[in-house]
């Protein structure tokens, strides 16, 4: 069974300023998706970026960017120019490509604070 | 983008009654759904996976004659919590996957927060 750990419980960075989470995963497929969703405190999940383990471009999505090393199974994320908006629960998550089989593993969740 | 909608957003029952969750893919069809669990400031638990015109899978440990889904149509899915107990008081969240999507994508929906008096 897939596992995703996230060994940070709460981060915090100051406004304007980059953050880094941390993600790790073990898995014994060779191809898969890897997520991270933002729970801000209306609780709706939102998918911040998305990452498909066969392509070895880190994926980018505006100030969001991931750091994907599929050796060391790990999936951090990097937010760029914080902003108050971007305070909220983080979470890591592993999916299976194959269809039919799509049910998401998640992390316990990593809760950022934006300092003013 | 894909919405997905649920009904209610906070119900208080009080212990032995059963309450309904509804699920609704709002702007595109939805051949399977999860249901997940999320206790105050844990991470998401998958209960069950709901799969139209077809019996629920539920993940090991939860109580399929407690939690009854019913995936009726392509755009509904409903989550019945049966002879609720506090213990069942929790935040509820169903997600929805877009099955004409690339990804196959799963869509939240915004939650339901049941508490059990």
């Known amino acids: 069974a897939q596992t995703v750990t996230q060994s940070q419980p709460e981060m915090s960075v100051q406004e304007a300023e980059t953050v880094t989470l941390s993600c790790t995963y073990d898995?014994?497929?060779?191809?898969?998706?890897l997520f991270w969703y933002k729970q801000p405190p209306s609780r709706q999940m939102i998918l911040v970026i998305r990452q498909e383990a066969y392509k070895q471009q880190n994926a980018t999505e505006n100030r969001f960017s991931v750091n994907f090393q599929k050796a060391a199974k790990s999936f951090s994320l990097k937010i760029s120019d914080s902003q108050l908006g971007d305070a909220a629960m983080y979470f890591c998550?592993?999916?299976?490509?194959?269809?039919?089989?799509?049910?998401?593993?998640f992390g316990t969740g990593t809760r950022l604070t934006i300092i003013p | 983008g894909a919405v997905v909608s649920q009904h209610p957003s906070r119900v208080i029952c009080k212990s032995g009654t059963s309450v309904k969750i509804e699920c609704r893919s709002l702007?595109?069809?939805?051949?399977?759904m999860f249901w997940y669990r999320q206790f105050p400031k844990k991470s998401l638990m998958l209960m069950a996976t709901s799969n139209e015109g077809s019996k629920a899978t539920y993940e090991q440990g939860v109580e399929k004659d407690k939690f009854l889904i019913n995936h009726a149509s392509l755009t509904l899915s409903t989550l019945t919590v049966t002879s609720a107990h506090p213990e069942d008081s929790s935040f509820y969240i169903c997600s929805a996957r877009d099955a004409g999507g690339r990804y196959y994508e799963q869509y939240f929906g915004p939650g339901t927060r049941l508490t059990v008096t």
């Open positions: 702007d595109f069809q939805a051949t399977t």
């Open positions: 898995t014994s497929e060779s191809d898969y998706y």
């Open positions: 998550a592993y999916r299976s490509p194959s269809f039919g089989n799509e049910k998401l593993t």
